[in-house]
């Protein structure tokens, strides 16, 4: 048999829940532990996004670690190389790097009954861990969608995650097609330089202002010398945010005041009708994703900018075809058409206790328990995982719970004792998801009218939390053991022979 090198925890994934793991393993005084990252720097999506006009569309004070507060945040929404920055901080300061094995994305993880341990096959090399935290996130692997003509044309193609900074769009004719939360910030960043912008729009989104500011010196200041007025700013942020979920979970109807609201925004920026017809949604507001910006409506009046109010349906050479039967002739194509969410790539590579990989396990829609461990893939846990996502507040708050929960799995090992793994019981697992889903049934997005991306192909939202971060915190406070079957090393012919073998006495 071959020896690997072996650790009591492997991480994957070095942005915000790779790098949260990897800190509170740290507070609970293991060091036994690697995180594998695919690239070579940390930062997660907030590396691999650096398109322009990259930016967070949660406050700066509330889009951070509870236990690494930043009182130098720039602005009120920071950009992506403040947030990058961040992270890198946070990996200094709390002495992370050393555990950090760069340029090791994961091949294949694959679950030894016998030992106990999950095999690990990485880019640059092979090792073995007690448990593994998957933190790959789910906005980490672009997707693109199939379009005939898409691999013969003669341009330039990039996802907006993958964006290509050699590449010059000054006076070029640019295809956007998609009109996410990318999408909104790419828009007003390079309208000013190009040529012409075709907008492929397929449905328009709800977009609200973005109040961003500059926080000031004297703000930061405040902040350093008093961290208590911080902790402040941050709780009132999370409070707000806390109060308004119940309009999204239980009473959609209430938005139709924030929607009134969002048609006035709209109405002051785009003054011609026919526009303002093609980009008004005809789903209630909070369905998907409510988008902030104070740019993007204000790019689309410019007369360079073309919305076509439909998808990309193919591409014949330089010429795209609208699914409408417009045509617009272009010179590059960046797809701002989101990310792998609800089939996360990572599953096709874990094999569990059956033989099973966790793609095939979930081929029929992913479901946990508690957001982290999937039945019959024992000590295997997931940070952000199915339905943790949220709707109107900041992720951080999620994977703290998150981080709570691996801690007390980790307790609960420690006390077991010898070489054990829990595993989530099916049933545990399906009551959880039943729970979720029957809260889910009411929701604002299951009953807004719209398709989007929260929804697998099942048309089962496998990705947001129906309710507040405060419920989800309590609910990952602790570990119960009920909900996990304990699954002990198999006995070695030679610890059989001696439990068996007559206890002699002088």
């Not at 202002?209 to 703000?219: K, L, N, T, V």
């Not at 691996?406 to 039943?434: E, F, I, K, T």
Request: hydrophobic share 40%; charged share 25%; net charge neutral.
């Amino acid at each position: 048999m071959t020896e690997y090198e072996h650790v009591r925890v492997a991480v994957i994934g070095s942005g915000f829940g790779g790098l949260g793991a990897a800190v509170r393993l740290r507070r609970e005084g293991i060091t036994d532990f690697v995180v594998l990252e695919r690239a070579s720097g940390v930062g997660g999506t907030w590396r691999d996004n650096s398109y322009p006009g990259c930016a967070c569309d949660v406050p700066s004070h509330l889009y951070s670690f509870s236990f690494a507060p930043n009182p130098d945040w720039p602005r009120t929404f920071s950009g992506q190389e403040h947030i990058r920055a961040y992270l890198e901080h946070v990996a200094d300061v709390f002495r992370l790097r050393p555990h950090i094995r760069f340029d090791s994305e994961v091949k294949r993880v694959a679950w030894d009954p016998e030992q106990l341990r999950w095999d690990i096959e990485t880019a640059s090399g092979s090792l073995s861990a007690d448990v593994v935290i998957s933190a790959t996130g789910p906005l980490s692997d672009p997707k693109i969608p199939e379009i005939p003509g898409l691999e013969s044309f003669p341009g330039k193609v990039f996802h907006s995650a993958r964006w290509d900074h050699d590449y010059d769009l000054t006076g070029k004719r640019v295809a956007m097609v998609g009109t996410g939360a990318s999408a909104i910030q790419i828009v007003p960043a390079i309208q000013p330089k190009v040529a012409g912008l075709t907008l492929f729009q397929r449905t328009p989104p709800w977009v609200m202002p973005r109040i961003d500011r500059a926080i000031s010196g004297p703000e930061r200041w405040l902040h350093k010398r008093l961290p208590f007025t911080a902790q402040a700013r941050r709780g009132l942020l999370w409070g707000i945010r806390e109060l308004q979920v119940q309009a999204f979970t239980k009473h959609p109807n209430e938005l139709g005041f924030v929607e009134r609201l969002a048609k006035g925004n709209m109405a002051r920026a785009v003054k011609d009708p026919a526009l303002r017809a093609k980009l008004t949604p005809d789903y209630r507001i909070g369905c998907k994703r409510i988008l902030l910006s104070s740019e993007y409506y204000p790019a689309l009046t410019r007369p360079n900018v073309d919305v076509v109010a439909s998808g990309l349906r193919e591409i014949r050479g330089n010429t795209l075809v609208a699914a409408d039967g417009s045509e617009a002739e272009v010179d590059a194509i960046v797809f701002g058409t989101g990310f792998r969410v609800t089939d996360m790539p990572i599953a096709e590579r874990v094999v569990g206790a059956d033989g099973r990989t966790l793609a095939e396990s979930w081929k029929d829609g992913m479901e946990s328990l508690r957001g982290a461990s999937a039945a019959g893939f024992p000590n295997w846990m997931t940070i952000i995982g199915p339905n943790t996502g949220l709707g109107n507040s900041s992720m951080i708050l999620m994977i703290e719970s998150q981080l709570n929960y691996m801690a007390d799995y980790l307790r609960q090992l420690d006390v077991l004792g010898g070489r054990a793994a829990l595993d989530a019981r099916p049933s545990a697992v399906h009551a959880w998801n039943r729970r979720v889903q029957d809260r889910m049934r009411r929701t604002v997005w299951n009953t807004g009218g719209c398709t989007s991306w929260y929804m697998d192909a099942s048309g089962r939202n496998t990705t947001i939390w129906p309710g507040t971060t405060s419920e989800f915190r309590r609910a990952t406070r602790r570990v119960d053991l009920a909900e996990y079957e304990v699954l002990r090393a198999p006995a070695t012919e030679e610890t059989a022979d001696r439990a068996e073998r007559p206890e002699v006495t002088a």
